[in-house]
């Protein structure tokens, strides 16, 4: 059976890897990214009536501000991240199973217009429809990889959790040929493009499923 590689940061790096030990499958680390916390300024919860958060980053690395946003109720994107909230004090009325964009669409839906939005330096949302306002609450920075890591994951299915993890796999991969990938989303694998030795595409966005998926690759 194929190796699996896991390129998500820490501290998902190691609960992605220990998932997939649980099932069997033999495990490559190898980070892409570390997260890190940026200095924030917390706007007045009074200008928001709900909290959009698609990473549980957001809550991991947000630090103490987000306190003064637990009265908001908040809309998570996957089980992770409203499990996360949660576990910080917030009241999670909705938890999308798709994406940011399908979660905005879900605020909108539920009448909310003045939506506070949390995410990364990098994130793809931006202000508009019940979005009122987005905040950079942590970044993740590129760590160096060298061609031989790269290498060295040959005949691995590479489990990919987002859009910028992929397109950093293009960027470092040659010959993708030899390599197999295992996306989170259809948007994950676009971002990835062709010539790969197979992809799939998990049923679901959530570890359990990407594992499933990166599985049937790896038999």
């Known amino acids: 059976m194929r190796p699996v590689a896991v390129l998500r940061p820490e501290p998902g790096n190691a609960a992605t890897a220990a998932r997939a030990e649980a099932l069997g499958l033999t495990v490559i680390r190898l980070p892409l990214f570390v997260v890190r916390a940026v ?3 917390c706007p007045d919860p ?3 009536d709900a909290l959009i958060l698609t990473s549980a980053n957001a809550v991991r690395f947000g630090g103490t501000a987000l306190a003064s946003l637990r009265g908001l109720p908040a809309l998570a994107v996957g089980a992770a991240t409203a499990t996360a909230a949660r576990d910080a004090g917030f009241d999670v009325v909705e938890t999308g199973d798709q994406d940011a964009v399908a979660l905005i669409a879900l605020a909108h839906a539920r009448g909310f217009s003045h939506a506070l939005y949390l995410g990364g330096r990098d994130r793809m949302v931006a202000p508009g429809g019940p979005i009122a306002a987005t905040v950079t609450v942590y970044a993740s920075d590129a760590l160096p990889i060298p061609a031989e890591a790269i290498q060295q994951l040959r005949g691995a299915v590479l489990l990919l959790h987002s859009a910028r993890a992929a397109r950093r796999l293009v960027a470092l991969a040659d010959e993708r040929h030899r390599y197999r990938i295992a996306a989170l ?8 493009g062709p010539g790969w030795d197979g992809s799939t595409v998990a049923a679901a966005p959530t570890d359990a499923a990407l594992l499933a998926a990166a599985r049937s690759l790896a038999d």
């Open 39 to 41: 200095a924030w300024h």
């Open 46 to 48: 009074a200008d928001h």
């Open 185 to 192: 989303s259809e948007a994950v694998r676009d971002a990835a």
